[in-house]
């Protein structure tokens, strides 16, 4: 069974704190996303890369950071967490390219609280 | 710009009732259209899918058409459950975006007994 799966499923941190969400794939795939999703707001893209070593920014990249030193594996980075940064945080993944069938996987989410 | 706009919600429904949740898009070329859904405390997963006009997609008793005509991928279930509810997202791929996909902002589905 394929699979995406993040380091914590709650977190708690205060404001200030430098705060690191892991994401790992085993699907062997190109693509990995970073999203935060807000009632009423849906899902807004944070990040996502291609390939390893690249990164684009997404809708809201501010405040936030990546790094994809390995292809299964995809870090968020919260450089020094504000509250408004208190969310719920979704990795995904998918294939690269041009494909007709290009879902993303996605893991169960972290929700993050700062304090 | 993509975009994907979802019938707001939430939408409270008794046990057996008919489902339709409305979804329209906009797109440059010709997407890849599919329905997402999240249970309570989970992340997103896939309901169903559709790559070109005309094509149905169907999981779970839900169903979808493809409507070029109309920019539309409207879901559908004849009978929900109380196991339906659920926060439902539509969403479409296009090839020249490299795997990424546009989202519409979701609606949540309370079904009662």
């Known amino acids: 069974d394929v699979k995406v799966t993040q380091s914590s499923r709650y977190l708690v941190k205060r404001t200030g704190e430098k705060v690191f969400l892991e994401c790992v794939q085993d699907?062997?795939?190109?693509?990995m996303f970073w999203y935060r999703q807000d009632p009423g707001l849906g899902l807004r893209l944070i990040y996502f890369s291609y390939d390893v070593k690249m990164k684009e920014k997404g809708d809201i990249p501010e405040g936030y950071s990546v790094s994809r030193e390995k292809k299964e594996r995809f870090s968020l980075i919260l450089e020094s967490a504000s509250t408004n940064q208190t969310s719920m945080y979704l990795c995904a993944s998918s294939l690269f390219g041009d494909l007709p069938n290009n879902e993303q996987f996605f893991g169960p989410g972290t929700r993050l609280t700062v304090l | 710009g993509d975009s994907v706009t979802q019938m707001e919600g939430p939408v409270t429904l008794s046990e057996e009732a008919f489902l339709t949740i409305n979804c329209t898009y906009t797109a440059t070329g010709y997407p890849s259209l599919f329905w997402y859904v999240q249970y309570p405390g989970e992340g997103l997963q896939l309901l169903l899918k559709?790559?070109?006009?005309?094509d149905k997609g169907s999981n779970k008793g839900f169903e979808a058409t493809y409507r070029k005509e109309t920019t539309s991928f409207h879901l559908e279930k004849g009978s929900v459950q109380v196991s339906d509810s659920a926060v439902y997202f539509c969403?479409?791929?296009?090839?020249?975006?490299?795997?990424?996909?546009?989202f519409g902002d979701g609606t949540t589905l309370t079904v009662k007994p």
């Open positions: 699907m062997d795939h190109e693509n």
């Open positions: 559709a790559t070109k006009a005309d």
């Open positions: 969403a479409l791929s296009e090839g020249d975006n490299a795997g990424k996909s546009t």
